[in-house]
């Protein structure tokens, strides 16, 4: 896991008018830090070992820092959603890659895709608030896996 150091996370919560209490903190480096998307399993797993956090309380943090756009909550190909760290001044939108043969879901870098929202933003005349994008395949680890077995 690799800290990001460009993000000051309690202050992007007060940009936000959140109060930065310390477990929406920890979950908010949980997620911001990590190089893919989490599950909201794992999230709770995490959390859980080191600070016996309910479930409960990780659904509703989770929930708030989505509505406040903290974090994005991505569909997956599974049925299930992944947590992301939602796009700032730091971090460019980009989009995700989800293996349909193990779950994994990555992020991938934001001109790995042309996605020219400005150009959209400018003909479409409402707001728009999010792009989601997914690329759905089989993951590198899957197709090595299944090549060092052939
Ligand atoms: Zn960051
Ligand atoms: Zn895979
Ligand atoms: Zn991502």
Same mark, same amino acid.
Do not use: W
């Given at each position: ?101 193990? @779950? ?39 197709? @090595? ?6």
């Amino acid at each position: 896991m690799t800290m990001c150091q460009r993000c000051n996370y309690p202050r992007l919560f007060r940009s936000k008018g959140v109060t930065p209490t310390p477990n929406r903190l920890m979950l908010m480096e949980l997620v911001g830090d990590s190089p893919a998307p989490l599950s909201p399993q794992k999230i709770y797993e995490t959390l859980n070992r080191t600070h016996r956090l309910n479930r409960v309380t990780v659904y509703r943090i989770l929930d708030l820092l989505v509505e406040k756009n903290l974090l994005e909550r991505l569909s997956s190909g599974d049925r299930s959603f992944r947590y992301g760290l939602a796009p700032n001044a730091n971090h460019r939108p980009h989009p995700h890659f989800f293996c349909r043969r193990c @779950g994994a879901m990555e992020c991938l870098a934001s001109d790995s895709l042309d996605l020219d929202t400005r150009a959209l933003e400018r003909r479409y005349p409402g707001a728009i608030e999010k792009v989601e994008v997914r690329v759905d395949g089989i993951c590198g680890n899957c197709v @090595g896996a299944k090549g060092k077995m052939g």
